[in-house]
DNA sequence: TTGTAGGCGTTATCAT
DNA sequence: ATGATAACGCCTACAA
């Protein structure tokens, strides 16, 4: 490895002092334009590149902002990464990103993992199975800002950023009864995350609201992968009396659950209405057409990132602002339209 | 902010050197266990955490490695990123991520912040656009190591890692003849980039091995969207004679295309027969299911790693491998199976 | 407009 | 077994 370039040896090299070496890396404006030009020719010329490590040292401060999230490989995670990495790009920070693949344990390991990297920030979905969020006390004792997403803390000293999920999925079952569905099973997550919880808060109060008696039988709980909606399927025709309607927590998994469904010869929507969770781009692909809610994930990785930027910047503060809702309006589509048959979307 | 604590902090309090401290927290055999003992604990009350900058500007190494990539938001991508988080996190590295939206110029400036930022080391998949990969150089100079993945470099100094896209297209277009069709509808990026001239490649040399002429009419260049499958259908069921088979360079649009024939009353497979690309799950969505080229995106992703890291260790020299080609099988399903109507997967 | 010098927290090299 | 001290490269009062 050659011997790395410093602002020392492009001082010597021009015979001008590190200061101001320095402050012209910075495009600080009281150097002299000519001073800068020859400084920052030089810098390109000899490979000069910045010692993060230093700067950060003098500073304090990293510009890193950590994420942690379940998994990045999913359609909604990967959009709400992109949109948190547009913000954060554009002001000057950078991303280490750490899946806890829904292990609450791996997920303390990256939260100390990320407090020792000295992030400034830290964006977090939470896994499957954490219930308790007191590993984040390391940060919040140090003041180091951080905000949860989508499956957020229910410690409510945090600010969290996420959807009605309980409205969005009242509206959904409110949906399905309209279209006079009164059998409305709904297959949901065995997690005690507040996103699934709050689906299945909003399925039982639209029943509620429509005087359909809640039945526990018409609730199954999978893992919510494609695969678990095909097993679903099966649990759902061998009921006693077939269920017409089903509302899924997620597209995946609602969208085996209609293949399977139609395997078995059962018309969808005609005998079993079916909505889904997301707006996944499988919802626009399978047959009929899924009905399900839009959740914006581009946008709230932008408005997670930017309030994050904000308290960083000192420009809000972190105590005032405790739940940010965006919007997550249903989008209806052929699989639910029970009562005409007219095809959208 | 509260104060950090630091060796000196404990090097006070207990009336020792920092230089003693220095070594119980790296748990040196020169230090006396009693000692160590009383040091350590102190550290654990005070709340002490090393500094990874000051570390760091000692031992120069950031431990971070920069990854280079047109978007995070495609399931493709997500999946490398899964499997090359995985691998950097069991060999104590980290991750900046940054998107050049296929644009060169972003390109460029992210090879210039990751290079200021001193990665370790880079993984790369090109900008549509990228022709020309000069801005590497600033990497090449100082020998820190870097490679491109899916989207490589045609400089052969370079380590690429990807699937041998000509021989894949080659694979899918062959079984399209052998289903029977004569007519090859081709549907591509417009772009330079190696992935889609080799598939265009092997479709040709397919046509050729079977004494097909190639005709230009037959290629159809797009953005390869879900949209844009759907107008290139409009195209194909405008021909002059009605192809009998189109092979397209994602799945995406194989799939914007398949549904909006199946729209038009063009029957899949017995009408027109198709095969797409990645093996998506999109690709198991439709119907029928499309069959497809399998494309190991968590494998590459472990691959790529593996080897940048490697040569960070001294374990493997950058210069000695030159292409690393995973194996991409094609997978038969539904979309093209013209000759029999048997259904698989 | 430019220069000087001290310090950010650690570790390695001496010395004790 | 422990201590003193000089780097690592950068930034910023303060001085000129």
New binding site residues.
């Given amino acids: 490895m050659e011997k790395?370039v410093?602002?020392?040896d492009l001082a010597k090299t021009l015979?001008?002092?590190?200061?101001?070496i320095?402050?012209a890396?910075?495009d600080d404006p009281?150097?002299?334009k000519?001073?800068?030009k020859k400084i920052l020719d030089l810098a390109e010329t000899m490979g000069?590149?910045?010692?993060h490590?230093?700067?950060n040292?003098?500073?304090?401060k990293t510009n890193m902002i950590g994420v942690i999230i379940p998994r990045v490989n999913s359609y909604f995670m990967s959009t709400v990464i992109a949109g948190i990495e547009k913000v954060t790009n554009e002001a000057g920070y950078h991303l280490i990103i750490s899946q806890s693949s829904e292990s609450c344990q791996k997920e303390i390991e990256s939260v100390k993992t990320m407090f020792h990297n000295r992030v400034d920030g830290l964006l977090v979905s939470l896994a499957y199975d954490t219930q308790d969020t007191s590993h984040f006390d390391l940060f919040a004792r140090k003041q180091i800002p951080f905000l949860f997403f989508d499956r957020v803390s229910n410690d409510n000293r945090y600010t969290n950023v996420l959807i009605d999920n309980r409205r969005a999925a009242y509206e959904a079952t409110a949906y399905l009864i309209a279209q006079g569905c009164k059998r409305i099973v709904h297959i949901t997550a065995n997690s005690s995350s507040n996103v699934y919880i709050d689906r299945l808060a909003g399925y039982k109060q639209a029943l509620e609201a429509h005087h359909i008696p809640f039945r526990p039988a018409y609730i199954i709980r999978n893992n919510l992968t494609q695969e678990a909606g095909t097993e679903a399927a099966q649990s759902i025709r061998q009921m006693q009396t077939l269920p017409d309607a089903v509302f899924v927590a997620n597209d995946n998994c609602a969208v085996g659950c209609l293949l399977a469904l139609k395997k078995e010869g059962i018309r969808v929507p005609q005998d079993i209405a079916i909505a889904g969770f997301n707006n996944d781009p499988v919802s626009t692909v399978v047959e009929p057409n899924l009905t399900t809610v839009n959740y914006p994930g581009y946008e709230m990785g932008v408005v997670a990132a930017r309030n994050l930027i904000g308290h960083l910047n000192g420009m809000s503060d972190i105590d005032t602002t405790n739940t940010i809702l965006l919007k997550a309006e249903l989008i209806i589509r052929a699989s639910s339209q029970k009562a005409s048959f007219q095809k959208k979307g």
């Fill in positions: 790395e410093t602002i020392y015979n001008i002092s590190v200061a101001t320095s402050r890396l910075k009281v150097v002299s000519k001073t800068k000069y590149r910045s010692n490590f230093a700067r040292l003098r500073n304090q």
